[in-house]
């Protein structure tokens, strides 16, 4: 039987906060852009670094492969949080991922526009930056997102009967063995307690044989090629059609890098697929083709992060769960404000790497973190974290002076 995959690639880069003093607080309000560019934190640095190293390598290897195949269909998500920077220090970078879209084969996702958590501690604040994030899609692009991915693929019952009830045709997650138990990831499924929306699982045995394993020598499999790759694929069973392969963006250049060989294995692996028959799908192709096989029932949260597979890389800790907690409760006093600069730096404050980067876990887990992290310790995200939300808070109070 021939195969279709879901090639679907997330696009995300935070506002950081700098090394931000508690001195600086009440003074000075700028939380975002360092001016010593060496610093690690310094935002506009990394997008510059990124987009030289990922975002235009990739988008230039993806639109030849659009040009080469018509049969090649892929699926992105894009942050707010990345398109607001893009748009500032990179621009060409938007205008080639409209490029992109514009061949009508490159699918946009919805997910909140800060990368946030708000699905957990505010339903409303949620539905306001998914809102938020598909006006600014249509701004852009002129695509309206029909498939939902939450923030780090986190999901439940709850947030597919939302999404269903929304009106979205999809929404996906990881596949990650406890929820599938007997059953495979290369399916269509539907969401429990739900009526038309359809569930896409992440292959993430396959797909991190990309995004983690490919440049790893000690890997047995290692090199990962082309042809290699296309052959593992054909290989699985017969009735496993649907192959969802779920990534970073910044897989392509950034993570792997480019002298590892991932932008040939990125331009051969399209043809190698093809050549037998098979097929590339978006992920709104994929729910138009494929009917469900069975129901899938996850009624506590996963994500595609870390060992477990839930919150606690964001949550994990005392720190996680304090700092997370004080944002949201200050939703309905900052709302109230009516000011944009202080509700703009407020959500960016919500994004979930903020969060991340406090994560202390150990071995490889810990690894991870330290490698996204831009600081020299989780206690040093804490600490700049609560400098900035001091800060804020202060100027909440004189807003609400004012209003007196």
């Keep these: 039987m021939k195969k279709a995959v879901c090639l679907y690639m997330h696009v995300h880069q935070p506002f950081r906060v700098r090394p931000y003093s508690v001195f600086e607080a009440g003074k000075d309000s700028n939380y975002w852009y360092d001016f010593s560019y060496d610093s690690r934190a310094n935002n506009q640095r990394i997008i510059n670094k990124v987009a030289e190293k990922s975002y235009r390598p990739t988008n230039a290897v ?140 992440k292959n993430y045995k396959l797909s991190d044989d990309i995004a983690f394993r490919f440049s790893d020598r000690n890997w047995a499999e290692w090199p990962l090629t082309a042809d290699k790759y296309a052959h593992w694929l054909n290989a699985l069973p017969d009735d496993e059609q649907l192959i969802n392969l779920f ?22 692996f399209p043809g190698e697929f093809l050549k037998d028959g098979n097929s590339f799908l978006t992920l709104s192709q994929a729910i138009d083709k494929f009917e469900p096989v069975d129901t899938m029932d996850i009624p506590h949260t996963i994500t595609w992060a870390d060992t477990e597979r839930d919150l606690t890389a964001w949550l994990g800790n005392a720190m996680q769960q304090q700092a997370i907690q004080c944002i949201y409760k200050l939703e309905h006093d900052v709302l109230a404000t009516g000011d944009q600069s202080l509700i703009e730096d407020w959500r960016r404050l919500q994004t979930s790497d903020h969060f991340y980067y406090m994560c202390t876990k150990w071995f490889n887990d810990g690894d991870v973190h330290a490698y996204f992290s831009p600081y020299s310790s989780p206690y040093d995200a804490y600490i700049y974290f609560f400098n900035a939300l001091r800060d804020l808070k202060l100027r909440l109070l004189d807003q609400q002076r004012g209003r007196k």
């Design 247 to 268: 990534m970073d963006y910044e897989t392509f250049g950034e993570h792997q890098w480019e002298d590892h060989g991932i932008f040939d294995f990125l331009r051969h």
């Design 62 to 201: 993806l639109q030849q492969l659009l040009e080469t195949y018509p049969e090649f269909h892929f699926s992105l998500s894009i942050t707010g949080t990345l398109i607001d920077q893009l748009q500032m220090w990179a621009p060409d970078v938007i205008e080639s991922f409209q490029k992109l879209v514009a061949t009508g084969r490159v699918e946009i996702l919805a997910e909140t526009y800060y990368h946030s958590l708000a699905f957990f501690y505010s339903k409303q604040e949620f539905e306001r930056q998914v809102k938020q994030h598909g006006i600014k899609i249509r701004e852009l692009f002129g695509v309206t997102p029909q498939v939902l991915r939450n923030t780090e693929l986190s999901y439940n019952n709850d947030l597919a009967y939302w999404a269903d009830q929304s009106g979205y045709k999809g929404i996906i997650t990881e596949g990650w063995d406890d929820v599938l138990g007997w059953r495979s990831p290369n399916f269509m499924y539907r969401p429990a307690y739900t009526q038309k929306i359809r569930l896409l699982l």
